[in-house]
C-alpha cells in the first residue's frame, strides 16, 4: 500500500511512481489525500481518495487498501496505468 499524504498540492510524481513501480499481477492500493495533484488525475474508482483532516477516513481506507481483494486491487492499478501511460512528455 502507499499512502502519500500532502496537506497541499504536490507529490504527484511520489503518486505516480508508485502506481508505476506495482507488479501487475499482484499491485498495491494506493490511499491518497484528496488534496494531493494527483488526486485530479485519479478518481475514487481508482486510488483511495481521504481528506487529511478527518483522521476516520484515513484509518478506514487503510483497512479496506488491506482487506481488497487481487481482482479490486488489479482493476484499480490498471485504470491508473492507463492514463499514466498515455499522457507522456510530449502531452
Excluded at 490511499?31 to 495533484?37: D, M, N, R, T
Excluded at 486510488?47 to 479490486?72: C, F, R
Amino acid at each position: 500500500m502507499g499512502v502519500v499524504t500532502p496537506l497541499r498540492d504536490g507529490m504527484d510524481l511520489v503518486a505516480k511512481e508508485y502506481v508505476a513501480a506495482q507488479d501487475p499481477k499482484d499491485p498495491g492500493v494506493l490511499v491518497l489525500f484528496k488534496f494531493a495533484g494527483a488526486a485530479e488525475d485519479f478518481n475514487e474508482n481508482e486510488a483511495l481518495l481521504v481528506d487529511p483532516n478527518h483522521p476516520e477516513e484515513i484509518t478506514a481506507a487503510i483497512s479496506k487498501a488491506t482487506h481488497m481483494p487481487l481482482e479490486e486491487r488489479v482493476t484499480r492499478w490498471r485504470s491508473m496505468m492507463d492514463k499514466i501511460e498515455f499522457y507522456t512528455i510530449h502531452d
